[in-house]
């Protein structure tokens, strides 16, 4: 009697471990993989920074991002002043399309940078931003070194107390100017980049801004 209980309750413990490895190989595919290791549908989709952490970059697609920051960031800063400022329609609406192609621009070459563990220039002003950075050179925004097509200080102060066609026509200048920079910037990062991303973020650059400067220059009754 005693024998047939004892094979009774091992007969329970093996069905019982059984059934436990069952829901455990069941609860270790909840995380969104397959037994093969992919992502199965339930899975979450994969982050830009954890991308831009398994892509492959070289030194220099992190001066690419690490320059194109503050240098966006000092475009969007004077794309803000025409919403008041300007007089023409036509700025307006070119200052409102430089702030929405490069806004998130800035977001996502910071999400390589942090997954790069690389520094990401600091915001709060763009001539801050440059400071911050290593190895810059400030003083010639026109001259192709450093941080080409960068204002000053003063540039962006003599700007901001501008209004109407007074504006207008200091805005399209300066901007022609930064735009040439960042050109310049981004054709280097296609010549030398690695990283897929950021080469074409930069021949999107190249594009987009080269085709803004005409523009531009339209305005300025240059074209």
């Not at 007969?11 to 199965?40: I, R, Y």
Request: one cysteine or more; charged letters at 20%; glycine letters at 10%.
């Amino acid at each position: 009697m005693r024998n047939t209980r004892t094979r009774t309750r091992r007969a329970a413990l093996a069905a019982t471990a059984v059934t436990a490895a069952l829901v455990l190989a069941a609860c270790g595919n909840d995380d969104g993989t397959t037994g093969s290791g992919h992502q199965g549908h339930g899975s979450t989709p994969t982050s830009s920074s954890a991308t831009a952490a398994s892509g492959a970059h070289n030194a220099q697609d992190v001066s690419f991002a690490q320059g194109m920051i503050p240098h966006h960031r000092q475009a969007l800063e004077m794309a803000r002043l025409a919403a008041d400022r300007a007089s023409s329609a036509k700025v307006k609406d070119l200052a409102a399309r430089i702030e929405k192609a490069q806004d998130p621009e800035i977001s996502t070459m910071s999400g390589w940078l942090k997954a790069w563990n690389e520094k990401v220039p600091a915001s709060g002003g763009s001539m801050n931003s440059m400071d911050s950075m290593p190895g810059m050179d400030h003083s010639a925004h026109s001259t192709g070194s450093g941080m080409s097509g960068m204002m000053d200080d003063e540039e962006m102060k003599k700007l901001a107390k501008a209004s109407g066609n007074g504006f207008d026509t200091m805005f399209l200048t300066m901007m022609v100017e930064h735009h040439r920079g960042a050109v310049e910037m981004a054709t280097a990062e296609k010549t030398k980049g690695r990283y897929g991303p950021a080469t074409a973020m930069a021949d999107d650059i190249v594009t987009g801004q080269t085709a803004e400067i005409t523009e531009m220059n339209k305005l300025l009754g240059k074209g």
